[in-house]
């Protein structure tokens, strides 16, 4: 049932006592071939739970807490200094030196500033002590962090305020130990400086439309609210440290900016499930381990389609403990591959040519009594309660495509989408055959049957028969409902999972509050249940007939698609410039003020920061390859091309022919006149002034830098494959991604 897994996974690890995961832990530094075994680590043993505290605070504190986290009841400021104090000794007792609010401000990664928990005078007393203020909130200077706009330099005042419904956990990096506090990140007026935030305001307002449905179809006994659920599908890849030291693009952009195929990558479709490498698997094991004592219930791995990728996958969580885990997969991903001799690539395309990395986001709604909202059941046609949730997400996705695809957009993302390996950058919706079906009968005005799924036959007597889910699968679709959640696919790889999270969680209560509102007038006590379906029926059925060109079952990596979805009017943006205009609308604004989301200042902020950011990272790629070009490209391309000049002039000199060597050395002088063409012209670009908006910033870059940036790659590129392998400056694309 999957409030149990909701209940006892999300909220503090509660009821996964004692769940050992005996990992072999390798030694620090080594290859991960290490035969030693480690101790076996309980599941949450480094998470200051629900568990953990019942044994320290007493009962109505905890059952205050509890209230807190499970019904979103206000904190009781009562109980934070208890709480603190038990905090601190649980954390001291378990080797925490210091402590540290944890958050996630706009530059999308997380921030910490670590204080001591306690310091000694020496005589048995404290100088200093962690206790009620420390814990509930704390001041780092928000000038240095990006505001978009909110916050001027020289007004620096900004709190991190604690959130109860994510557990602190215990960081363990090299031999320290720190306590961290999941926090939320405001300026001193209030408005929110972080992904976190809005976030949690997001879920409130979809609980709150989601509960007045609930009360119309009286299914809202014993409920208080309505959460929303996210498992997310990390792929990632992993390169040798001694490769990556020869990529100062990697350690720099993230991704290579140059590079030319290797004879062999993804052709034959054999990496895909294919079977996991010693070294790899040591090196999941122990990240496995170390996400088990920090109570992130992972479930899932296995190699993806391109070499050296692969995927992690935990269990799903309320949303908001779901994001803050998925921050904390990244982090340990990065921290174990070093201890393993190698690098975790989190970029959306380290490599060009080859599939890039996502993070499929599962959501859906559920009640905190265990009801997922999203799941039809066996007599879906009966269903209509499910039907509403289903429509308002339908008529969510077809109103707001838009602004869904710039919740994803980023410098990274934009590589991808459209790519052949992710849906493409126009938003569309998989219902699959069963639910296609019954969106069909809504839309006639008659719903009468859920297709069955039915059994298969294997057609080998010795295997058994199995049972059919109701649709196929579709891959290509980027939000693809999968029998009880819906699948976002084109989140990026190295994005958190709040922000987009955020926008979905909005755009579904805009929804479903204007349902709530539709049958709330039109249904009064007296309504029958037959009169009830009618009333129903009649605005799903205008709802889809509204919405319903955003359904698209077919491929959407076909080039048809494209034309077919310009046809339907649905919206295309290609790059993250053009996507995140979407957000500057009047309504848009609206939408996320009226829901107390974000106000219209916060969202305009974060749309700044979103644009910079976008902007900066492609300047920094672009010096990148200039520096990269000028100092390590052109030397080794000269170099070459001087060795093939004196096997000319030797040639001539003996009276041999020499029209082949002639040739290469006119093919790879002329490679070079055109990648020095490129370079020249890509340098005056980035000296270019760039006093203009981010909004105009970003959109100069997408048009004119990338291509300036592309023609420089793909002269690069074709020098690689005619210079001596040897001299070659970078590590290969061979040497980069078959990683043994
Ligand atoms: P696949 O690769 O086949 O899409 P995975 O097993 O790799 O599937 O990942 C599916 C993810 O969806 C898991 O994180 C799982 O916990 C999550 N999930 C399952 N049910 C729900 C739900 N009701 N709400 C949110 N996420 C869910
Ligand atoms: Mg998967």
Redesign the pocket.
Known sequence: M?ITQLETITTHGEGRKGRRHDIRRPKPGSNGRSSHTPAPVMFAEDVFTLETMSARLPAEILASLKDTIHRGKRLDPTIVGPVADAMKAWALERGATHYCHWFQPLTGGTAEKHEALSISNGHGGELSSFSLSNLLQGEPDASSFPSGGLRATSKARGYTVWDPASPAFISRVGNTATLCIPTAFISWTGESLDKKTPLLRSMEALSKQAMRILRIFGSDTGVSRVVT?????QEYFLVDESAYQNRPDLAVCGRTVFGAPSPKDQQLSDHYFGVIPERIRAFMAEVERELTRLGVPI??RHNEVAPGQY?I????ENTNVACDHQMIIMETLSHVAARHGMRALLHEKPFAGINGSGK?N???M?TDTGT?L?DPGENAHENLQFLVFLTAVIAAVEENAAILRGSIASAGNDHRLGANEAPPAIMSIFLGDALSDLVGQIERGSLNSTPASGSLDVGAAILPTLERHSGDRNRTSPFAF?G??F?FRAVGASMTCAWPNTVLNTIVADQLERIATALELAIKDNTTKIMMERVVGAILQELISKHKRVIFDGDNYDPQWHDEAERRGLPNNRHTASALAAFNKPAVARMFDRHGVMTPQELDARIAVLAENYATQLRIEADTMLQLGRTRIAPAAYAHLNRIGNAVENSLSAGLNADRRSRALRTISERLDKFEDSLAMLEIMTQQSTDSTPTQNANWCARELRAAMQRVRTCADALEVVVDEREWPLASYRELLFTR
């Open positions: 999957m659920s996210l498992g997310v599908e479930a899932t995927e996958a935990p269990l799903f499929h599962n959501w859906s559920c997922n999203l999968t009880n959640k699948e």
